[in-house]
């Protein structure tokens, strides 16, 4: 989390930084800053309340800030130390001379500063950050120039980095350096850029690279130069741009949800199109690397994925084992590298990320490529480190998702992976080429269904309205329905901050039934499926005790009505296809609790959209 920016070669950095943190804000919101170099020294401005307030902080009372060329920025997702001013990047060290941002987790940094602080070296932050600034101050004493003080400073620190640091004495340089924390660089004209994520800098450039673990880069005024640690000369991958800077825009909309709500029939579409051979048959991209040898050869699944995409992987389980036949097992990604999963040559391991950057997901994906057996990635965002690691990846071509609160990225991710459990069952022979045309058809058709449940926005808002002050949820679902039930508690909590618990509906009567009592809401994901005789029994149960009663259910569904004190309707579609639809209203319901809230659900607390620590 925490994104990182600089710029050198420009007329006046500081807008520069601005705008390229409010684009990062969803890395972290908990304090941000900048630093400039000017002629004079370093200027510096931090706060503790989002860039919002930097930009406050900036153009209100006291003198302008000065002119410069050159400058970083940092927003926080704070780990150590509190969202305070006093923890705001940039950190200078003793001299003040040098500023630094970082993005990671130093996980040696108490060791470091009791030998700083032993050397005479005055911390002033709580920050694991802050030792990197005063170790290259070490550095530099030492008569090295910035770029090799970083280098040396690098080869101290465990844990991970993106970092970018400015010195007075070298004024228009900025060094910058990563280990598994993602960082870009790019060059356009005299300029010369940096940022911890593509969003920043579109608009800005489109010749971007993304530096390797252990990477460093110097960025001088339209020029960069790129090392290994000790120095030697390093090529960054070249990243393919196709998101422009109109669709990472709010457009119109009222919150980044709202419009990443609305284009999910859109994302959807883009993510399926192309994917028919004019034979019929389906097909993935070239880049998934999966010949008809592979897919036939595949014994069994692994998928590895976090929040909003393991759920996603949970509904991939169900498609996988029915259409294709072949063993699934989801885990989550902070779990799975720890334990000691049994993988060979013949198990095809997936990792589904949104960002492709998510650290517990990428360490799991490399644990599982040590292991054997091929390593495919479901992501939205090109060439990011997953999808540069992977043997393969799946685009989902969802666009640019802003809102914390995963939406048409988790619903192209379904759609994604069981358009993969369809060409498996087609390569396997598991399911007769007619039923999976048919399944493809009406995959294709979902766009259409999910622009009628756009419409019912109003609706939804109106059960939301009853339920302002209700503070306990369950959410229960069975069969596919379980992950849907598991996701609409996740955004309920995430942007409601309600309680919200997410259980297999036959699960309940095992202990978390103790729970339930008058002023409970219950929601359910009651739409018709194999199970759904059993789902109502479960929804009878909970209901004699006293629970207010939230069903997704069937246009025109009376019997599953009979059970309800309110409807969230839905068109009903194929059993295995329902999570993308039920998950809709499921999105509005948090999305309309959190505003009856009054809660920001761009920026829910706490959160930050790309995890990049453990
Ligand atoms: O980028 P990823 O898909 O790897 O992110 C994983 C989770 O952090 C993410 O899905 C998170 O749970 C959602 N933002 C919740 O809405």
Not at 286 to 313: F, K, N, T, W
Not at 392 to 413: D, F, I, S
């Amino acid at each position: 989390m925490c994104g990182i920016i600089g710029v050198t070669g420009v007329d006046d950095a500081l807008p520069v930084l601005l705008e390229g943190l409010g684009r990062l804000e969803y890395r972290g919101y908990d304090s941000a800053g900048v630093a400039l170099v000017t002629n004079t020294g370093l200027w510096r401005a931090r706060a503790a309340e989002g860039t919002h307030s930097v930009r406050d902080l900036l153009v209100g009372g006291g003198d302008p800030p000065p002119l410069a060329s050159i400058g970083i920025g940092h927003t926080r997702w704070a780990t150590h130390g509190q969202p305070d001013t006093g923890n705001a990047h940039p950190h200078f060290d003793c001299t003040g001379r040098l500023a630094l941002v970082h993005n990671g987790i130093i996980e040696n940094h108490a060791e470091l500063a009791r030998d700083l602080v032993r050397g005479g070296h005055v911390l002033t932050s709580k920050t694991d950050s802050e030792v990197l600034s005063h170790l290259i101050e070490t550095e530099m004493v030492r008569g090295t120039s910035l770029a090799e003080g970083l280098r040396r400073a690098l080869r101290h620190v465990r844990g991970s980095f993106a970092v970018a640091a400015v010195h007075a004495e070298e004024p228009d340089l900025i060094v910058a350096a990563r280990r598994i924390s993602p960082l870009i660089v790019g060059v356009e004209g005299g300029t010369s850029f940096l940022a911890s994520d593509i969003p920043a800098l579109l608009g800005a450039t489109r010749r971007l690279f993304a530096l390797e673990d252990d990477q460093l880069a110097e960025l001088r005024p339209g020029t960069m130069r790129v090392t290994d640690l000790y120095g030697a000369h390093a090529r960054p991958a070249a990243l393919t741009i196709d998101w422009d800077a109109a669709a990472a825009g709010q457009d119109g909309y009222d919150d980044f949800m709202t419009k990443e709500i609305h284009e999910q029939p859109k994302a959807v579409a883009a993510t399926l199109r192309g994917r028919r051979a004019p034979d019929g048959t389906l097909v993935l991209d070239e880049s998934a690397g999966l010949s008809h040898d592979d897919l036939r050869s595949i014994e069994r699944v692994c998928i590895v994925a976090c929040g909003s995409s393991y759920h996603a992987g949970l509904v991939a389980k169900y498609a996988i084992e029915q259409w294709a036949g072949l063993p699934t097992d989801v885990d989550i990604a902070s779990e799975f590298r720890y334990r000691n999963p049994i993988l060979n040559e013949r198990t095809l391991t997936i990792g589904v990320s949104q960002s492709g950057e998510t650290v517990d997901t990428l360490q799991g994906l490399r644990a599982a490529r040590e292991r054997g057996g091929k390593v495919l990635v479901v992501s939205n965002v090109v060439d990011s480190s997953m999808a540069r690691e992977a043997d393969g990846v799946l685009y989902t071509r969802a666009g640019p998702e802003v809102g914390v609160a995963a939406t048409k990225t988790h619903l192209t991710q379904i759609v994604a992976l069981e358009l993969l459990a369809l060409v498996l069952a087609q390569a396997r022979g598991t399911r007769a080429a007619g039923e999976i045309a048919s399944l493809m058809d009406q995959l294709l058709a979902l766009p259409d269904t999910l622009e009628a449940v756009l419409e019912r926005t109003k609706d939804v808002a109106e059960v939301a309205q009853e339920l302002t002050d209700a503070r306990d949820f369950f959410y229960l679902g069975r069969h596919v329905g379980h992950p849907v039930a598991l996701e609409g508690a996740l955004k309920a909590k995430e942007i409601s901050y309600v309680r919200a618990e997410g259980y297999a509906a036959g699960e309940l009567k095992h202990g978390p039934i103790a729970l339930i009592e008058p002023g409970t809401v219950v929601v359910g994901v009651a739409t018709r499926n194999c199970l759904w005789e059993k789902m109502c029994s479960n929804i009878e149960e909970v209901r004699s005790r006293g629970a207010t009663i939230v069903l997704v259910g069937n246009d025109g569904d009376e019997r599953t009505a009979d059970l309800a004190d309110h409807m969230l309707w839905v068109p009903a579609v194929d059993p295995m296809l329902a999570p993308v639809v039920d998950a809709l209203p499921l999105q509005f319901l948090a999305y309309w609790l959190a505003q009856a809230r009054g809660h920001d659900v761009d920026r829910p607390r706490n959160l930050a959209k790309t995890v990049t620590v453990e």
